[in-house]
């Protein structure tokens, strides 16, 4: 270590965490229908691939938006040379239209202050850097997404300020517990230059009302502090309310310091395409938007890709009738996933956007700590065989909450996901599973179902569980499935 740098030899990436560590178990056993079918199911990955063929439709009829075809071989010397950092004009201009449309048009965005990024990690780290020196601190309301603690503090050296919130009302933060733990910290001398959001937020699965919104603006306003909002899931807002960009609220407030308010954005969640690494740093601040460009040639969209998404996103029929279907799709697929978890008894967390649902686990812990829930999510890892991600990852105040995600796999994939889920939930299979011996009166083959809603016969008539799990009995008293 002696040889390396303090930054390269630090774990403060974070990577030893529950939440890397189940993508690491699926990593090395990953589920396949006919190839692997006993493997680990990856549920812990918020990608959207349910509009995927759009694209590949949209791409099959203009061939010609790739330099990387016959038909579009003509743009080739103009693209694959030196691009300036500022990025393709036609490429900003093409964002900053998306981001509207995709804010239902009631704001608008000037693509001179589009800013590209290596994906919105980038994109958030950028703005650190122009915001924070090290040591530094900004306030984060939890649950948070688990990779903030390294996009945000990893290589700039400034801290997180978790804001403790809870689920009395949803997790939904409010202005009294920003104000107490804005001044804990000035107390310890520690310095507040920011406060960031996510919104929907990620694990939450929640958007934030337009009051919550003028709250946190007049907030940050009051302090002059920076005001950050991640709103890379602003296309998956599928039920009420509507989703609300702080952009629309900053246009309507009065006496806001417009320097203040920073957005993020990307492709990767509402179009599906993480790989493209197409982020987004939008600012109102000048000095910002001029230094976030300086440092965006550390992490450049390829012209290339520039190039493809300008040309798709600017055809408006495109966009209008994709926003509508993705939309409508993740709708259908949080139905389809939380109306099965509800067969069984388990509830989620109250959602209306995203790509995942918080699934409430707390009553199969046999004392409400985290370390019961770490213990549970091994069994749920090992055993179940789903990688899932438990609440304590996203700094979660309560232990038992675990981000479940479904848009990442097909429709078969998901009902076996469900029926796992279920097995472990009701004792299915719990005779051949060593952390619990249940006896049940219907013995049946271990064959798969095709379907988890038909033939299911259980009684139990004695049932033992692990140290940090409670009875699945104790956990779903009123189950229709119990019942029977």
């Known amino acids: 270590n002696q040889l390396l740098s303090k930054l390269a030899s630090s774990d403060k990436h974070g990577e030893a965490s529950p939440y890397f560590d189940g993508w690491k178990a699926y990593d090395n056993n990953p589920y396949h229908r006919t190839h692997n079918p006993h493997g680990v199911i990856q549920m812990g990955l918020a990608e959207n691939q349910l509009c995927s063929d759009l694209i590949k439709e949209w791409i099959r009829k203009n061939p010609q938006a790739s330099i990387c075809t ?50 919105a990690t980038g994109a958030n780290e950028t703005l650190m850097f122009c915001l924070a020196d090290p040591g530094d601190a900004f306030l984060v ?40 733990t804005y001044l804990k910290a000035q107390e310890t001398g520690i310095k507040i230059k920011g406060l960031i959001i996510a919104n929907p937020s990620n694990p939450l699965g929640t958007s934030l009302d337009r009051e919550t919104l003028e709250s946190l603006v007049s907030f940050i306003n009051d302090k002059q502090i920076h005001l950050v909002c991640d709103e890379i899931y602003a296309a998956t807002v599928f039920a009420e309310p509507k989703f609300i960009s702080v952009a629309e609220i900053i246009q309507e407030m009065v006496h806001v310091n417009r320097d203040l308010i ?8 509402d179009m599906g395409l993480p790989g493209f690494r197409v982020g987004v740093v939008y600012s109102y601040n000048d000095v910002v938007v001029s230094c976030a460009r300086k440092m965006s040639s550390f992490g450049l ?12 996103l600017s055809d408006q029929r495109f966009v209008d009738n994709f926003l509508v279907e993705v939309s409508k799709r993740v709708a259908k697929r949080h139905h389809m996933f939380t109306e099965g978890l509800e067969e069984m008894g388990i509830s989620c967390l109250r959602s209306n956007a995203g790509l995942f649902v918080l699934m409430d686990l707390r009553q199969m812990l046999k004392a409400q700590t985290f370390e019961s829930e770490i213990a549970l999510w091994r069994v749920i890892i090992n055993k179940v065989k789903i990688n899932i991600s438990p609440g304590s990852s996203f700094h979660c105040s309560e232990p038992g909450w675990f981000r479940v995600c479904f848009a990442n ?24 599973n060593e952390n619990y011996n249940c006896i049940c009166n219907n013995k049946r083959e ?3 179902r095709k379907s988890f809603q038909k033939n299911l016969k259980l009684s139990f008539s004695s049932m033992m569980y692990d140290e940090h799990v409670r009875s699945p009995k104790l956990m779903s008293p009123h189950s229709p499935l119990l019942r029977a």
């Open 70 to 119: 016959a038909e579009g071989i003509d743009s080739f010397s103009d693209i694959a040379v030196f691009q300036d950092y500022h990025g393709l004009k036609q490429f900003r201009q093409a964002i900053a239209a998306f981001m509207e449309r995709a804010r239902g048009g009631r704001v608008s965005f000037e693509a001179e202050r589009v800013v590209m990024s290596g994906g």
């Open 141 to 180: 309301p939890t649950p948070y997404y688990a990779a903030f603690d390294r996009d945000l503090r990893w290589r700039t050296g400034i801290r997180i300020i978790p804001v403790e919130c809870n689920s009395s009302n949803n997790f939904q933060v409010t202005k009294q517990a920003l104000e107490s």
């Open 262 to 269: 920073h957005i993020v954005y990307s492709l990767s969640k």
């Open 301 to 312: 969209v390829s012209s290339q890709t520039q190039s493809f998404v300008a040309a798709m």
């Open 409 to 432: 796999m097909d429709e078969d994939t998901l009902q076996i996901g469900l029926e796992r889920i279920k097995d472990f939930v009701l004792g299915d299979k719990a005779s051949k």
């Open 446 to 448: 271990n064959k798969k």
